[in-house]
């Protein structure tokens, strides 16, 4: 069966223990929890060999009750075995005796070819064992299993049964899965306690035995020392005192600014380098959301310009008020974002053309009081200017993109080096205001999570980058 002892294996205390990337990901997810992977293009392909398997145990069943006695079975005796295999494992070892006899595989092929295996009898000793076992919040849909097995029965239903079994291997998987969170809400504190000594260990043994070879991300770091040496910040400092001691401290921030760096849509990198193999997901998340930030700002950016030359003068200052701006935003945010949370900004361009076209020309006083539910069209020639415009500037190569990128990286890496981020974070809308809209709590955000891979990243390979 597709839920099985070596799927579930994936997910024991000790896999957990030795599994690296897991190990990583605890330290940056304090809410990381297992659950079936139905996701994207691999969670569909799963999804269909789970349907054909379970066909094939309806087509089992089906072609035993043509030819109860001669027929060979292959599947069904497995799915016997594997479900008593996992129960065992499951089950403190008091149960397993029981366990064992009422799921004897042999005597329950021969009962299946004499047509006498009472699946209710059967559903309910299951039913009763993972209400005994399980989280009550799976009560639900263990009563489902059980009634799926009493309609199966009085409908003489093949499907109705193979329903019931199907419910029964996903029950387990449930009850695996619950077992295993349990345990990683335990055991986070150690994990995150013994995270740099595991994960230092385990990256100093791959490359001790030339199992990776990190040369290409030396080189990436080299090359970011480089441009970090020459920058405005460091040749303006002096050079005579206390630079030595300094020295570590600098090459932290290197680290820091390099992996910043690596966010960048306008300059983006093919691929990150091996030894932050482990973050590519956060990295690129990182990354999408910097686009984000990029692309808001450039909306609020032609809404201001728009709203100085086309709206009516007594509008424009409640137009331009941070309310306003604030929802404005979340409006736009609501546009680009699917019903899957998928955010896609240039196949939705027209939308947000037209409304911030029609947010140009309206009325906020009657907007507010809801005396009117009707918002004029706008003059296409002015939806037109706004579509093209988002068009061209929302393509990361273009000037006013990388004006803007340049400037949320900049206020980024003010803050990753602010001892004080929480000040820093305060500053943001302040000083280096980019369209008079504060993004402050997102910046702060992003520098948080950058900081905590970046320094942790440092942790780790240091000695190398060092060196």
């Known amino acids: ?124 000793w299951l039913a009763n064992v993972f209400k005994n076992h399980c989280a009550p919040m799976r009560d639900t849909w263990v009563d489902e299993m059980t009634l799926k097995f009493l309609e199966a029965e009085t409908d003489h239903s093949i499907p109705k049964l193979v329903d019931g079994l199907r419910m029964v291997f996903a029950i387990l998987e449930a009850m695996k899965l619950d077992i295993a969170n349990h345990q990683i809400r335990t055991l986070r504190p150690v994990l995150v306690e013994t995270s740099l000594e595991f994960e230092k260990d385990y990256y100093n043994q791959l490359i001790s035995v030339n199992k990776i070879d990190i040369k290409d991300s030396l080189e990436w770091f080299k090359s970011s020392y480089k441009k970090y040496a020459s920058s405005p910040e460091i040749t303006s400092i002096s050079k005579v005192e206390n630079l030595k001691s300094k020295v570590g401290i600098d090459l932290k921030r290197v680290c820091i600014s390099a992996i910043l760096n690596l966010l960048s849509c306008r300059n983006m990198t093919s691929e990150f380098p091996l030894t932050l193999s482990f973050d590519n997901s956060r990295l690129a998340l990182l990354r999408a959301e910097i686009r984000q930030l990029v692309c808001l700002q450039i909306c609020l950016y032609i809404f201001r310009q728009l709203v100085l030359t086309h709206s009516d003068k007594k509008y424009r200052g409640k137009l331009l008020t941070t309310e306003s701006l604030k929802s404005i935003k979340n409006e736009i945010l609501a546009i680009i974002t699917d019903d899957n949370g998928y955010v896609k900004w240039t196949r939705n361009i027209p939308s947000i053309s037209l409304y911030l076209a029609k947010k140009v020309i309206s009325n906020p006083e009657e907007n507010s009081s809801k005396k009117s539910n009707i918002i004029a069209t706008p003059p296409e020639s002015l939806t037109n200017l706004v579509h093209s415009w988002l068009l061209k500037q929302t393509q990361p190569k273009s000037k006013v993109y990388g004006l803007m990128e340049s400037k949320i990286i900049s206020e980024l890496n003010t803050l990753k080096n602010n001892c004080n981020k929480l000040d820093g974070a305060r500053n943001v809308s302040g000083e280096n205001n980019l369209s008079n809209h504060s993004f402050g709590e997102e910046l702060m955000s992003l520098s948080s999570r950058l900081y905590t891979l970046s320094v942790f990243h440092w942790n780790v390979f240091g000695s190398y980058y060092a060196d």
């Open 1 to 124: 069966p597709p839920v099985n002892t070596q799927s579930l294996k994936e997910i024991d205390l000790q896999e957990i223990l030795k599994n690296p990337q897991l190990r990583h990901d605890i330290l940056f997810d304090p809410q990381l929890q297992f659950r079936p992977n139905l996701d994207g293009d691999r969670g569909r392909r799963k999804k269909l060999m789970v349907d054909k398997y379970w066909l094939e145990i309806q087509g089992e069943f089906c072609s035993l009750i043509n030819d109860p006695k001669s027929f060979k079975l292959v599947k069904l005796p497995k799915l016997f075995t594997t479900l008593k295999d996992i129960l065992i494992s499951l089950l403190p070892e008091k149960d397993r005796n029981l366990v064992n006899q009422v799921l004897d595989k042999e005597l329950l092929i021969q009962q299946l070819r004499n047509n006498c295996l009472d699946f209710i009898s059967l559903s309910n």
